[in-house]
């Protein structure tokens, strides 16, 4: 069964460029979570999603983040424009309940030079 | 918000040794559960083990065990008979009924387990 997927895996680009980060998450499973993990802060909730309806935006960082599910089978998190403090690991997590296990994906390595 | 803390930054275990990893949580709210993750240096999160508020016994999945006592809020994770695999940084998370969806993480223990 495919877990979720995420791509790219590895991202480098220069601040001020727009990132996109897309998320899979497994078929069936109607909520979706975008982490974010870095030394410093840990792991971060930014945005989940609830049969495609953001339900709780609190942790995204500022306006220059934003995120989509315009399906059940895809999601987006968009970095613009891309600050070097936005390096980092992005994960994609879904389940089946609100409150169920999560299945990571393996993570987006995002660096902003 | 939730709070999650995790005490020891790193352990370290011989192997075939039994190990306890230390989980707090701060929450005033009687139905939240808990959950523990293992995050190898591959960086890919593994889920091991949840438990319930209301789960009336401790959780068990193969060599994993949560040794949860609700009136000192711990929700300790026991690794039986470690392997040279389970090296690896171990998170506990949990969320509260108030905020279904809202996981909070710790900031990780990093265990180690030697020859």
């Known amino acids: 069964d495919a877990g979720v997927i995420q791509s790219p895996r590895h991202e480098v680009t220069e601040m001020g460029q727009e990132v996109t980060l897309r998320c899979k998450p497994i078929?069936?499973?109607?909520?979706l979570f975008w982490y974010r993990q870095t030394m410093m802060r840990g792991l971060e909730l930014l945005i989940y999603?609830?049969?495609?309806?953001?339900?709780?935006d609190s942790g995204m960082p500022e306006d220059r983040f934003s995120a989509k599910m315009p399906n059940a089978s895809f999601s987006t998190l968009k970095i613009q424009p891309s600050e070097p403090r936005d390096s980092a690991v992005y994960f994609c997590?879904?389940?089946?309940?609100?409150?169920?296990?999560?299945?990571f994906g393996e993570g987006s390595r995002l660096t902003v030079l | 918000a939730q709070k999650i803390t995790q005490t020891q930054p790193g352990m370290f275990v011989q192997e075939k040794e039994a190990v306890t990893l230390d989980c707090t949580y701060d929450?005033?709210?009687?139905?939240?559960?808990l959950f523990w993750y293992k995050q190898p240096s591959s960086g890919e999160m593994i889920f091991l083990i949840y438990?319930?508020?209301?789960?009336?016994q401790n959780a068990t999945e193969g060599r994993y065990s949560l040794n949860f006592q609700k009136a000192r809020k711990s929700a300790n994770l026991v690794i039986s008979a470690s392997q040279l695999g389970d090296s690896a940084m171990y998170f506990c998370?949990?969320?509260?009924?108030?905020?279904?969806?809202?996981?909070?993480f710790g900031r990780g223990t990093q265990l180690t387990v030697w020859p």
């Open positions: 997590a879904s389940s089946l309940l609100q409150a169920g296990e999560l299945f």
């Open positions: 078929s069936g499973h109607n909520s």
């Open positions: 999603f609830n049969n495609n309806v953001p339900i709780d």
């Open positions: 929450t005033s709210d009687p139905s939240y559960g």
């Open positions: 438990q319930g508020s209301y789960d009336q």
């Open positions: 998370a949990s969320y509260r009924g108030s905020t279904l969806g809202r996981l909070y």
